[in-house]
């Protein structure tokens, strides 16, 4: 069975759209006779009439009709497909993929992420939500190109580190929380005697290493959702980021915890990761510069670039 070419489509699509053989042969500047052959052989091939002939202009059949979303979806893909390799020889690459560190504001992400879906509609793209070593891992398994955490594993050899902006990290807990009720700063003896909810690591970088852990007793949750849930329902004290909590401390839902001996808020340095020697292609080079600029209009870094 010979193929349906795309040419075929394209006329059927042409008669449709001009309203008739003549319109159509026109349009394409070609004979009558041609076009006509064309929509034969589309038939033939279909087994089905596309155009009642049993009068003076050919109409479109309902089976014809019920062909034209198919083949306008067709024809879409192929001109995608031409679109997509004309880029990719242009040396436009085919994905880019980032890692962003959970900690870290979406939001301004997400802006940029939208600007570059607009900016460069055949680039696919990966995003990955992770905490601590995470980010680093995906880097690691070629999973991604660069992304956004805390360099709290600079020994990891091979990976460049950029500082982007501070992330303010307050220790909080439910108004019902016996330690909302102290009327004092809670001392290092109060929060050991209540379990505190910390945030682990999925990827082996940071296994058997603990980050602000002062509590004797700990639950151990892989995300800041599942963290905020079990902060509200007040079984635990833990660190959040500050706008994270923004409206439960606004609602006074959540207190913030005031700590004996302690700055009332912890910065984290976040910054940009990427594997050393990296050389990102147009479309990546572009998504940095928009993040780079969306996060320091967002975020203003609070320490020197």
């Known amino acids: ?14 008669i449709v759209e001009t309203g008739s053989f003549s319109a159509a042969a026109r349009r394409l500047r070609r004979a009558q006779s041609a076009v006509s052959y064309a929509i034969a052989n589309l038939e033939r091939l279909l087994s089905v009439e596309l155009f009642d002939r049993s009068t003076r202009t050919p109409t479109v059949t309902a089976v014809g009709r019920a062909l034209i979303p198919d083949s306008r979806s067709i024809i879409a893909r192929v001109r995608e497909l031409e ?25 301004p992400i997400l802006k940029s992420l939208s600007a570059f879906r607009d900016q460069f509609p055949l680039v ?18 070629d999973r991604c190109d660069f992304g956004i955490s805390t360099p709290l ?7 460049s580190w950029t500082y982007l902006t501070d992330v303010e990290l307050i220790a909080v807990v439910s108004r019902d929380h016996v330690l909302a009720k102290l009327g004092r700063p809670s001392t290092h003896a109060d929060l050991h005697s209540h379990t505190q909810l910390v945030i682990t690591d999925r990827s082996p970088l940071t296994e058997g290493r603990d980050f602000g852990v002062i509590s004797g007793s700990t639950w151990r949750l892989a995300d800041l959702q599942s963290k905020l849930s079990c902060l509200l329902q007040g079984l635990g004290w833990g660190s959040m980021p500050r706008h994270t909590v923004a409206s439960d401390l606004e609602s006074g ?31 990546a080079e572009w998504l940095l510069d928009h993040l780079k600029r969306t996060i320091a209009e967002h975020c203003p870094p609070s320490r020197p670039l």
């Open 124 to 141: 696919q793209v990966g995003f990955y939500s992770e905490m601590l070593g995470g980010v680093v891992h995906h880097l690691a398994e």
């Open 253 to 283: 839902r959540l207190v913030q915890l005031a700590i004996e001996g302690q700055e009332p808020a912890v910065l984290a340095p976040m910054a940009l990761v990427h594997r050393r020697g990296y050389q990102p292609g147009p479309a």
């Open 1 to 14: 069975m010979d193929p349906i070419t795309f040419d075929q489509l394209h006329v059927f699509l042409t």
């Open 83 to 107: 679109s997509h390799a004309r880029a990719l020889s242009g040396g436009l690459e085919p994905r880019v993929a980032l890692a962003v560190d959970g900690l870290f504001p979406v939001e």
């Open 153 to 159: 594993l600079t020994e990891v050899e091979g990976y």
